[in-house]
């Protein structure tokens, strides 16, 4: 069209593309132009982004537009943001996740797993029930506050170990699975137990033996049990580097929907809202020996392979509970698996600790667990379908996940040193137990 009325105009246009497709989507995040930004997109956005450049331009005689001379700002190119996340790790977790909620039509589940030594995220997997009965990271239900049911029983343990009310071996009894406080009364899942051992009572996860205790210890003075979970900063969120985290709900006797029947309900997991990762992070502060520590899920921020800023683990609380506190409840957690309510979980390969949970309102059921080296948290949300039956528990529906988690913490240990037991397939240096494979071809890791 000539010189003057025509040309190549150049407009750039910036995509962020996600290497793993759907993996992690509510956790890596989405951005999007005039929409909402989430994830880590979202926190780290200015990081990511950089800056734009620019300059100031004249216009000439005949039309042309000349630059002044040291007008000039180039742009800055955006870093790079290095994730915790595992994605062998993350990727089991995703399987499992979904195999299970598809298997049983659950509505909605989360999976977490956090190193017990630096309280960094190795994988957070969220799914939720669409329209059409398919699965998809619809929201974070790893932050999101919900009744933690019995894996909370292990908050009311720690309390009456540190202030020295009783211990691991002590007897309590459940009264056959019935207890009356006020004008409520509470029940077991299990009817019939008897005089048990705390340890037996927390394995068995006897609502009313642990209810028993705190009312007995706590009534006159409910504040000391209320301000010991403020110390494990369960009235806090939990600070990891996600927005939109909600608050918890943790009552205390200030509270005007405070009842007579408050203490030994909290005790066994209701009338108290926490989320999922303040739970593994409770856990993970237990395998870490009383040390709480602080989850992340952003290693550094490098610029062309060089590390600009680098995140350290950062401790929360040094101590949760005094040591012997800490060693009693380790030796309930691990009553759980050998004898209690999760010892289906039982593996050749690793110790495994943890504590199982289902919380009858919400049609919940939890597992909380961990190893040496990793802590797991299994949640998942249902809506009672007929095809349940007897695994509307934390063991039924959420242990199967647990096991596929902790077989990704065996990718370290030397091959000279493992050995494999019968029934058990070696294949490229991993485990798999062909009982445990799904209908869809995943094998889950062992």
Same mark, same amino acid.
């Given at each position: 069209?000539?010189?003057?009325?025509?040309?190549?105009?150049?407009?750039?246009?910036?995509?962020?593309?996600?290497?793993? &497709?759907?993996?992690?989507?509510?956790?890596?995040?989405?951005?999007?132009?005039?929409?909402?930004?989430?994830?880590?997109?979202?926190?780290?956005?200015?990081?990511?982004?950089?800056?734009?450049?620019?300059?100031?331009?004249?216009?000439?005689?005949?039309?042309?537009?000349?630059?002044?001379?040291?007008?000039?700002?180039?742009?800055?190119?955006?870093?790079?943001?290095? !994730?915790?996340?595992?994605?062998?790790?993350?990727?089991?977790?995703?399987?499992?996740?979904?195999?299970?909620?598809?298997?049983?039509?659950? @509505?909605?589940?989360?999976?977490?797993?956090?190193?017990?030594?630096?309280?960094?995220?190795?994988?957070?997997?969220? *799914?939720?029930?669409?329209?059409?009965? +398919?699965?998809?990271?619809?929201?974070?239900?790893?932050?999101?506050? !919900?009744?933690?049911?019995?894996?909370?029983?292990?908050?009311?343990?720690?309390? *009456?170990?540190?202030?020295?009310?009783?211990?691991?071996?002590?007897?309590?009894?459940? %009264?056959?699975?019935?207890?009356?406080?006020?004008?409520?009364?509470?029940?077991?899942?299990?009817?019939?137990?008897?005089?048990?051992?705390?340890? %037996?009572?927390?394995?068995?996860? +006897? $609502?009313?033996?642990?209810?028993?205790?705190?009312? %007995?210890?706590? /009534?006159?003075?409910?504040?000391?049990?209320?301000?010991?979970?403020?110390?494990?900063?369960?009235?806090?969120?939990?600070?990891?580097?996600?927005?939109?985290?909600?608050?918890?709900?943790?009552?205390?006797?200030?509270?005007?929907?405070? +009842?007579?029947?408050?203490?030994?309900?909290?005790?066994?997991?209701?009338?108290?809202?926490?989320?999922?990762?303040?739970?593994?992070?409770?856990?993970?502060?237990?395998? &870490? $020996?009383? !040390?709480?520590?602080?989850?992340? @899920?952003? $290693?550094?921020?490098?610029?062309?392979?060089?590390?600009?800023?680098?995140?350290?683990?950062?401790?929360?609380?040094?101590?949760? =509970? #005094?040591?012997?506190?800490?060693?009693?409840?380790?030796?309930?957690?691990?009553?759980?698996?050998?004898?209690?309510?999760?010892?289906?979980?039982? #593996?050749?390969?690793?110790?495994?600790?943890?504590?199982?949970?289902?919380?009858?309102?919400?049609?919940?059921?939890?597992?909380?667990?961990?190893?040496?080296?990793?802590?797991?948290? /299994?949640?998942?949300?249902?809506?009672?379908?007929?095809?349940?039956?007897?695994?509307?528990?934390?063991?039924?529906?959420?242990?199967?996940?647990?096991? +596929?988690?902790?077989?990704? =913490?065996?990718?370290?240990?030397?091959?000279? #040193?493992?050995?494999?037991?019968?029934?058990?397939?070696?294949?490229?240096?991993?485990?798999?137990?062909?009982?445990?494979? $799904?209908?869809?071809?995943?094998?889950? *890791? %062992?």
């Amino acid at each position: 069209l000539g010189s003057r009325k025509g040309g190549l105009v150049v407009e750039q246009k910036n995509k962020r593309v996600n290497p793993f &497709n759907v993996m992690a989507l509510r956790t890596i995040g989405l951005w999007r132009k005039n929409s909402q930004v989430i994830g880590l997109e979202a926190t780290y956005d200015s990081v990511l982004k950089g800056e734009n450049g620019h300059c100031i331009k004249q216009r000439m005689p005949g039309g042309q537009w000349m630059i002044i001379q040291g007008s000039e700002l180039e742009p800055t190119n955006g870093f790079d943001v290095v !994730t915790t996340l595992d994605v062998s790790i993350q990727d089991i977790a995703e399987h499992a996740l979904e195999s299970q909620l598809s298997k049983f039509e659950c @509505l909605y589940g989360t999976c977490i797993v956090m190193e017990v030594k630096t309280g960094k995220i190795k994988a957070i997997a969220n *799914l939720g029930r669409q329209n059409d009965g +398919s699965y998809w990271e619809d929201f974070n239900y790893a932050l999101i506050p !919900t009744e933690p049911g019995s894996t909370f029983k292990l908050m009311t343990l720690l309390s *009456l170990f540190n202030d020295k009310h009783i211990t691991v071996d002590d007897q309590v009894n459940a %009264q056959g699975g019935s207890a009356s406080f006020g004008n409520r009364t509470m029940k077991d899942s299990h009817l019939g137990l008897g005089v048990l051992s705390v340890k %037996q009572a927390f394995a068995l996860s +006897s $609502n009313v033996a642990m209810a028993k205790l705190a009312y %007995q210890f706590y /009534a006159a003075n409910p504040t000391v049990y209320t301000n010991f979970l403020k110390k494990l900063q369960l009235d806090q969120k939990t600070g990891i580097d996600l927005l939109g985290e909600r608050r918890p709900v943790v009552k205390t006797p200030l509270n005007k929907s405070w +009842s007579a029947t408050s203490l030994p309900w909290m005790a066994t997991g209701y009338e108290v809202m926490i989320a999922p990762l303040r739970t593994c992070m409770i856990y993970n502060a237990v395998a &870490n $020996n009383g !040390t709480m520590m602080k989850p992340y @899920l952003v $290693n550094a921020i490098r610029s062309f392979d060089k590390d600009v800023q680098v995140f350290e683990p950062e401790v929360v609380v040094p101590q949760i =509970a #005094s040591k012997d506190a800490i060693r009693q409840v380790k030796l309930a957690l691990e009553e759980v698996v050998l004898t209690g309510t999760g010892k289906h979980i039982q #593996s050749p390969f690793y110790s495994i600790a943890g504590k199982t949970g289902t919380t009858n309102e919400s049609h919940d059921a939890w597992f909380a667990g961990y190893n040496p080296k990793v802590v797991a948290v /299994a949640w998942i949300g249902f809506d009672k379908p007929a095809s349940l039956g007897d695994r509307e528990t934390g063991g039924g529906l959420a242990l199967p996940m647990w096991i +596929s988690y902790m077989g990704t =913490a065996l990718r370290d240990i030397p091959q000279e #040193s493992r050995e494999v037991p019968s029934g058990v397939t070696q294949v490229d240096g991993d485990w798999f137990i062909p009982e445990f494979s $799904n209908a869809g071809g995943v094998r889950e *890791l %062992q």
